[in-house]
């Protein structure tokens, strides 16, 4: 059972980097896809950044392609995602999710694991 748990939200100010990490609390990675989605009230969760684990090809949403790189770190059996230059629009709650297999996708209803999500607040 894939477990997943977020972590490195907080409060920051606009212009400043987070990273977010991402375990699987119950195994280590291995057949996976994982992403990063976020979510503000009342709006569709918005596909960030997706990676596969095993052959580590990357994806990012056009939108934020140009501040956001998502990773992985095997020996850690974690994945990230490097925020810089964060916005107030930014502000959001940020998951981690995982589907089985080597397919990277954008679309949140593909991915079968989810962790709890960590806020992400960007003040001015």
């Known amino acids: 059972q894939v477990q997943l748990v977020e972590s490195g939200g907080g409060l920051v100010q606009a212009g400043d980097s987070l990273r977010l990490s991402c375990v699987d609390s119950g195994r280590a990675f291995s057949d996976h896809t994982l992403g990063w989605f976020r979510q503000i009230p009342g709006k569709e969760r918005e596909f960030l950044a997706a990676?596969?684990?095993?052959?580590?090809?990357?994806a990012h949403a056009n939108s934020v392609r140009d501040r956001f790189a998502i990773s992985r770190d095997v020996a850690k059996n974690e994945v990230y995602l490097q925020m810089n230059n964060l916005k107030i629009e930014d502000t959001a709650v940020y998951y981690c999710?995982?589907?089985?297999?080597?397919?990277?996708?954008?679309?949140?209803?593909?991915?079968?694991?989810w962790g709890q999500g960590t806020q992400v607040t960007v003040s001015s």
């Open positions: 990676v596969t684990w095993i052959t580590n090809a990357p």
């Open positions: 999710a995982a589907l089985t297999g080597q397919v990277l996708s954008s679309d949140y209803r593909r991915y079968t694991y």
